[in-house]
């Protein structure tokens, strides 16, 4: 099926090596505005609403080893509590994830960090020109980072506009030698397109199987990749498919309560052997405990053996963490969004549109802004 979502999931690889190069070109800039806004007293939070709050949610792990005060806050709780996440007397770098730039609860995050912090700086990363972040960047503490005009996703499920502005938070926290990353770069982007190439066949397969629920587990940052896992899947379905996220280690306290016999499995697995043997345990326990319409495990640098436990499907990546860093959770999210667009297409449904119910937007509705 020829569709935006097809060709935006297809598009990942080649749009990430295009943002390298962007920000290898504005690297002066970059550097300058960090080097001015900065500190080690700076308070950084990663904001966004749904799909661009996840991508916080997967990268302030990864980026604490990087700068010290680094936290996740969407804005759909920045605006109800903003007085629990924003310190008057403290410097804060608000760091703003939109495709649009139009979300309302974007936009009153912003105006609600200038009121409330007495020292306050910006960065947008966004990817439509055209929003609202984007035309409102004329002040000397924002910082705009527009990203390749086609990471602004033409489907209701944002798949390179989610990946691409990851990647772009990421490498803003390497800036000062950029460069030298583009090895690591090219690495992630040939795992993207193993997973593309190889694996997109099988993903289908899978997804033709009748299921109601399913289940993304991470560990670390991990977790935050299995967060956007889970929605795809789910809102590519209408919600036709219920879907829930977790930690390995998480799981087994309630949550995983939800499996039976309409569950399919993905298993994100981090190519760390300390951190791998609690997720092998997890595996072998829920595959010998339920029977599953799938299990998928999804690994980087070499094949995963689990005692006892037979997948349905194995996606291995050629390159491992230490040829990828801190950019390896990304192709991981490249299978949840290969499953949530096979599974729409099985349901019957667009994926560009999936939404039989309207009850989801590209741009969400219905938010009205208090003062």
Avoid at 85 to 106: T, W
Avoid at 204 to 232: D, Q, T, W
Avoid at 269 to 277: C, F, G, L, P, Y
Avoid at 335 to 362: E, K, M
Wanted: glycine share 6%; aromatic share 6%; charged share 20%.
């Amino acid at each position: 099926m020829e569709t935006f979502t097809y060709k935006e999931i297809l598009q990942q690889p080649s749009c990430w090596m295009k943002e390298y190069e962007v920000l290898l070109s504005e690297k002066a800039k970059i550097q300058a505005f960090l080097d001015k806004y900065l500190t080690n007293d700076t308070d950084i939070v990663l904001t966004g609403a749904g799909t661009s709050a996840f991508i916080g949610d997967a990268i302030a792990p990864l980026l604490r080893g990087v700068w010290r005060n680094v936290r996740a806050v969407a804005t759909t709780d920045i605006v109800t509590n903003a007085a629990d996440y924003l310190a008057a007397d403290k410097p804060l770098l608000l760091i703003s994830f939109a495709r649009s730039g139009n979300s309302p609860e974007s936009v009153a995050a912003v105006n609600l960090a200038n009121a409330i912090c007495k020292n306050v700086a910006h960065i947008y990363i966004t990817c439509n020109k055209n929003g609202h972040l984007a035309q409102s960047a004329n002040a000397e503490n924002i910082l705009s980072l527009l990203l390749p005009e086609e990471t602004d996703d033409k489907s209701l499920a944002m798949t390179s506009s989610f990946s691409t502005m990851l990647l772009t938070c990421l490498m803003i926290s390497q800036i000062d030698h950029i460069e030298a990353e583009r090895e690591r770069i090219e690495a992630v982007a040939a795992n993207a397109q193993a997973i593309l190439s190889d694996y997109a066949g099988a993903i289908e397969a899978i997804a033709a199987r009748p299921f109601e629920r399913g289940v993304f587990l991470g560990s670390g940052p991990m977790k935050g990749i299995a967060e956007e896992c889970h929605l795809k899947l789910q809102e590519l379905t209408d919600g036709g498919v219920v879907c829930k996220f977790d930690s390995f280690l998480g799981f087994r306290h309630g949550p995983k309560a939800v499996v039976n016999e309409q569950s399919i499995m993905v298993y994100l697995m981090q190519d760390d052997e300390a951190i791998q043997r609690y997720e092998r345990d997890l595996v072998k326990q829920v595959s010998g405990n339920n029977k599953l319409v799938a299990q998928i495990i999804v690994s980087a640098g070499a094949r995963v053996n689990i005692e006892g436990v037979q997948e349905d499907l194995q996606v291995v990546m050629p390159n491992g963490l230490a040829k990828t860093g801190i950019y390896s959770v990304l192709p991981y999210v490249l299978v949840g969004q290969l499953l949530g667009f096979y599974t729409s297409v099985a349901h019957g449904l667009c994926p560009d549109t999936p939404s039989v119910s309207g009850n989801i937007h590209r741009v969400v509705e219905g938010v009205i802004i208090y003062e």
